[in-house]
């Protein structure tokens, strides 16, 4: 039976190492490839709700650059989460036309863990800025988001790397991941303890990942970026996009 798509780009979780899947899909762009269908969870859903919007990678860097991405609040009254994302949402609704998922360019699903029921759902209708934001909040560290009549926070938590909503429906599957485990990476604070709760969740089926994926995207050294640090965003950039035309060029040559 035909498949409904014939590219899906799946990226996952990982902060401002989002910054790689920018330089990813634009080496998929040199290389003649744009996704039909892209599902994406926090980082991956806020580059995925730009390149949707029909944003291209080097423009998206621009935006992010300018200094508002995962950008935070040094602390709020601790009742929901000690911090709070500052102006995700008001960006994503300024800089992209559309307010709902279903009118984006692409077909668009963002993971979102749904704190009531414990577990993941994959959005592709609804309101944009708020779903993005509510797959970007880690829990503890930022307050969850309403959606509906439920609270939802960071996707990663139940699904860091969202290909099930994708993975029937296209000829081929990119996957870029962001986040893989480094076990002898130390944690120095409790941001760093949150999110490392919240990114676990990858190795539980990066090996079912890699065998659904025609073309898996791991950038070699991106978990020693810290992910909520702007400053490496070039760096970052250049690392997913030359991870990416490396791993095309083997595929190549296997072939």
Request: glycine fraction near 8%; proline fraction near 5%; hydrophobic fraction near 40%.
């Amino acid at each position: 039976m035909a498949k409904k798509y014939k590219t899906g780009l799946v990226l996952s979780g990982g902060g401002t190492r989002g910054f790689s899947h920018l330089g990813t899909i634009a080496a998929l762009n040199q290389l003649g490839i744009r996704p039909d269908v892209i599902s994406g969870v926090s980082a991956g859903a806020i580059v995925g709700a730009f390149i949707a919007a029909g944003k291209k990678p080097e423009e998206v860097l621009d935006i992010f650059k300018r200094g508002w991405f995962f950008q935070y609040t040094q602390i709020h009254l601790p009742v929901d989460g000690l911090l709070k994302l500052h102006g995700l949402k008001e960006i994503v609704d300024k800089e992209i036309e559309v307010k709902k998922i279903e009118d984006l360019d692409l077909p668009l699903h963002i993971c979102v863990s749904n704190l009531n029921k414990g577990r993941a759902e994959y959005k592709n209708s609804g309101p944009l800025g708020t779903t993005v934001l509510a797959s970007s909040s880690i829990p503890v560290l930022f307050a969850p988001v309403k959606l509906g009549v439920y609270q939802y926070v960071d996707g990663g938590l139940m699904d860091n790397i969202p290909v099930d909503p994708i993975k029937e429906e296209c000829e081929k599957l990119i996957v870029s991941n962001i986040s893989p485990i480094n076990p002898t990476v130390k944690m120095k604070n409790l941001v760093q303890i949150a999110t490392r709760t919240v990114y676990m969740s990858v190795n539980v089926k990066t090996e079912e990942v890699k065998k659904l994926a025609n073309y898996y995207i791991e950038p070699k050294g991106i978990d020693k970026y810290d992910i909520f640090l702007r400053k490496y965003a070039d760096e970052l950039y250049e690392l997913g996009y030359q991870t990416t035309m490396d791993v095309f060029k083997k595929k190549a040559l296997l072939k």
